[in-house]
């Protein structure tokens, strides 16, 4: 059951990690979705009942990838209510201006969210926070 402790206590330490290096400056990756996101996980740190379809993969269909990502964050924030609610639509929103900001869409088939495996909603979470870091840990090549 020890679980869900675990995976906080990597998470913040992930964060730790991640945050102070400066490495997310803008414009590429602002940190508020990385705040967002953890206050999500927070709220939600005892709720091991549901499962989101979970990409493994930001780098085949970003876009699509993150889209999903999108949509499964709208059924946290209509099952768990408005306080919830609030703070999944301010995290999906600054993933719409990220995803139009780095990518662009096709190439090759992109499979459907419902192709994705189903995960527990710590661990979607935690996924995302994984493929938001990859992403923005990645240099971009200058135009």
């Known amino acids: 059951m020890g ?3 675990v995976s906080m206590w990597l998470l913040w330490t992930t964060l730790l990690l991640v945050l102070p290096l ?3 400056g803008p414009p590429l990756c602002p940190r508020e979705p990385f705040y967002f996101l953890v ?4 709220m939600l740190e ?6 989101l379809y979970t990409p493994d993969n ?6 699509e990838t993150l889209r999903c990502f999108r949509l499964e964050l709208s059924v946290i924030g209509f099952e768990e209510g408005p306080s919830v609610g ?3 639509f301010r995290l999906q929103r600054l993933l719409d201006t990220l995803g139009s900001r780095l990518w662009v869409t ?3 088939p992109c ?3 419902e192709g994705h495996p189903q995960r527990p909603v710590p661990l979607f979470l935690a996924k995302l926070l994984e493929l938001l870091q990859g992403t923005c840990a990645q240099e971009l090549p200058s135009a």
């Open 22 to 24: 400066g490495g997310l």
């Open 106 to 108: 096709g190439q090759g």
């Open 46 to 51: 005892n709720k091991n009942d549901g499962s």
């Open 86 to 88: 609030i703070v999944v």
């Open 39 to 42: 206050a999500i996980t927070k």
């Open 3 to 5: 679980m869900g402790k």
């Open 111 to 113: 499979p459907p969210c």
């Open 58 to 63: 930001l780098l085949v269909c970003p876009a």
